[in-house]
């Protein structure tokens, strides 16, 4: 770590918890972030911020102008263009020291090689199917999980490690998956601050599995009420017959 790097980085080094070993730990993480939306966005920009030292972005999409009022990593000139790509631009002017690798062809068949070169995923997606199978390539790799999700006023939020035996996956939130009907931001709406929220509190989540530090959400789902400006949390447990976990 160089001179310019100890003041990039020096609001956080000075933390006791944090120091220069967590610091450089950051820049030894890489991260896998899957949707560069409304939650990516914050996520990805509050984490190459500080510090992650590889960043990996996937997103099929391109910027579309409705995109813009929440998903603040991208601007009206990027309309248009690979969601990745605006983002990568964009994360790079912030700190070049972080690397990016976009992918625009994540699926089912690749995840899995993706999954294993990362030490943390974050899910920023917006339909079920897609977030199960992200949990499951983290379940059969061993790799912690950052999961949220956000319409209209609301949040949610939880950390897995569904490879841990006493920890639940993702899908032990949902035993029953042939009732669940997908939700969009497209078809019900969201106000832009709440994604903002969300995806923030993914990243300091992330930042805190890295460094092993304080509450990190394992087996609990919080649920944010952005109206009421309520924050709670509920213990979620673990399947016995989890298809995935168990």
């Given at each position: 770590m160089n001179d310019q790097d100890l003041l990039r980085y020096s609001r956080q080094i000075i933390l006791p918890e944090i120091?220069?070993?967590?610091?450089?730990?950051?820049?030894?993480t890489t991260i896998l972030l899957i949707g560069v939306g409304g939650l990516g966005s914050p996520a990805a920009l509050y984490l190459a911020s500080a510090g992650v030292?590889?960043?990996?972005?996937?997103?099929?999409?391109?910027?579309e102008?409705?995109?813009?009022?929440?998903?603040?990593?991208?601007t009206t000139n990027d309309i248009g263009t690979d969601k990745v790509a605006s983002a990568k631009a964009t994360l790079s002017a912030i700190n070049p020291n972080t690397k990016i690798t976009t992918l625009t062809d994540?699926?089912?068949?690749?995840?899995?090689?993706w999954v294993q070169k990362s030490d943390l995923v974050l899910d920023g997606t917006d339909n079920f199917?897609?977030?199960?199978?992200?949990?499951?390539?983290?379940?059969?790799?061993?790799i912690p999980l950052v999961s949220a999700a956000v319409?209209?006023?609301?949040?949610?939020?939880?950390?897995?490690?569904?490879?841990?035996?006493?920890?639940?996956?993702?899908?032990?939130?949902?035993p029953n998956t042939t009732n669940l009907a997908d939700e969009s931001c497209t078809?019900?709406?969201?106000?832009?601050?709440?994604?903002?929220?969300?995806?923030?509190?993914?990243?300091?989540?992330?930042?805190?599995?890295?460094?092993?530090?304080?509450?990190?959400?394992?087996?609990?789902?919080?649920?944010?009420?952005?109206?009421?400006?309520?924050?709670?949390?509920?213990?979620?447990?673990?399947?016995?017959?989890?298809?995935?976990?168990?």
């Open positions: 120091g220069i070993e967590g610091q450089q730990a950051l820049t030894n030292g590889h960043l990996i972005l996937a997103d099929f999409d391109q910027v102008l409705s995109n813009l009022q929440r998903q603040i990593i991208h994540l699926d089912a068949n690749n995840i899995d090689k199917a897609t977030r199960f199978r992200i949990n499951q390539a983290c379940v059969d790799n061993q319409i209209r006023f609301e949040g949610q939020l939880s950390v897995f490690k569904g490879f841990d035996k006493h920890q639940p996956c993702y899908q032990c939130l949902y078809n019900n709406g969201i106000l832009a601050p709440v994604a903002g929220v969300l995806g923030t509190l993914q990243a300091l989540q992330a930042i805190k599995i890295i460094l092993n530090l304080g509450e990190q959400l394992l087996g609990k789902l919080l649920i944010v009420d952005a109206l009421e400006l309520s924050f709670r949390s509920i213990k979620i447990n673990k399947d016995k017959n989890c298809p995935i976990c168990n």
